[in-house]
């Protein structure tokens, strides 16, 4: 016997974002998706992306809008009557913005996001699977040497579902 199963609510993008780039941010506070992505954004998200601040860092987080209706599902069941879950809602949802990319492949970060994350002239893009951070350039670089002398140290240890990985 076969079995017919339909996925009716399945908002999953399929394409994964991987990748590091290095880009500009003009005067006003654009900055250009890298081109290998700019079909999956029109094509998989209509080119509808949600940017907000990432509360763990000093970052911004985009995604891709129906991601960021998955990410607005989870916050959603948190309890505000739990401190830290009420401010996680607070900051996401409070500072995210819709945007899209502009002909030539640019989005707009508002100011307050751009002074959130010290974004100036040079930044990084990070894939992240389902989504992106976006770095000030330097901040970036001394983020990820802390995290790679943290490595060996002894008084890091990895969480169980890392260990888990194998890697």
């Not at 394409?15 to 003009?26: A, E, L, N, P, T």
């Not at 129906?66 to 401190?83: H, M, N, Q, R, Y």
């Not at 809602?89 to 995210?96: L, T």
Request: overall charge positive; proline content about 3%; aromatic content about 8%.
């Amino acid at each position: 016997m076969w079995v017919k199963v339909e996925f009716i609510h399945m908002k999953r993008i399929i394409s994964m974002f991987r990748g590091f780039s290095k880009i500009s941010i003009d005067s006003k506070g654009r900055l250009a998706i890298p081109s290998r992505y700019r079909s999956l954004v029109l094509d998989q998200a209509q080119n509808n992306l949600v940017i907000t601040l990432n509360p763990l860092d000093r970052s911004l987080w985009l995604y891709p809008l129906p991601e960021w209706e998955l990410i607005e599902d989870k916050l959603a069941t948190l309890s505000d009557f739990d401190k830290q879950s009420r401010r996680t809602k607070q900051m996401m949802r409070g500072y995210a913005n819709d945007c899209q990319l502009d002909a030539q492949g640019r989005i707009l970060v508002p100011k307050e996001l751009r002074e959130y994350a010290e974004l100036s002239r040079q930044a990084v893009i990070l894939g992240q699977g389902n989504k992106f951070e976006i770095w000030n350039e330097k901040s970036w670089e001394t983020q990820r040497d802390n995290w790679l002398e943290s490595v060996g140290n002894e008084s890091t240890s990895s969480s169980d579902s890392l260990r888990s990985l194998s890697l």
